[in-house]
């Protein structure tokens, strides 16, 4: 369907065309218990929710509503590799460090931190009803806060 709105250039040709496409969208939330500090791979519970959906082609977004946790997409068959991640993060913000922001204990403003240069969402691309993920790559809640914590993560499926 081409739209009869669409800017022209050269010789009057049109720049695109456009094909109208109803845009399902799908939302759910799940809650993930921590130990404590640490990453929590999520995949499994994200992949079910796509399933549920009936979404085949699209995108999916996965958020956590917290700011002391993130989501990161990272190596899912070597551990150590997220123990490297761990522990680099310990010693690029370093809980002993001068912070003013300590309400709810030495580790709530070095979590805050550690949130920010992470991130608190992940897109992820969607065909054939399954995230499209590489063959290392999972997706972790990681965890910046020493106590146990329930964590809610939001995640949503848009496509056809």
Same mark, same amino acid.
């Given at each position: 369907?081409? &739209?009869?709105? #669409?800017?022209?250039?050269? @010789?009057? +040709? %049109?720049? $695109? ?50 700011? &002391?946790?993130? #989501?990161?997409?990272?190596? @899912?068959? +070597? %551990?150590? $590799? ?79």
């Amino acid at each position: 369907m081409r &739209s009869e709105n #669409l800017r022209v250039i050269a @010789n009057g +040709a %049109p720049i $695109a065309s456009v094909r109208t496409v109803a845009v399902q969208v799908h939302n759910e939330s799940f809650e993930v218990r921590t130990k404590g500090k640490g990453t929590y791979e999520v995949t499994a519970q994200i992949q079910e929710i796509v399933q549920r959906s009936k979404i085949s082609t699209g995108t999916v977004t996965a958020f956590v509503q917290h700011t &002391s946790c993130s #989501l990161v997409i990272m190596e @899912n068959a +070597a %551990p150590a $590799a997220r123990r490297d991640l761990e522990k680099f993060f310990e010693e690029l913000v370093p809980e002993d460090a001068d912070y003013e922001h300590d309400d709810e204990g030495p580790d709530d403003s070095t979590s805050h931190i550690r949130m920010a240069l992470t991130r608190t969402s992940e897109v992820i691309p969607l065909a054939d009803s399954r995230l499209q993920l590489g063959t290392w790559q999972g997706i972790f809640l990681f965890e910046h806060r020493r106590a146990p914590h329930t964590r809610k993560i939001f995640v949503t499926v848009m496509g056809d």
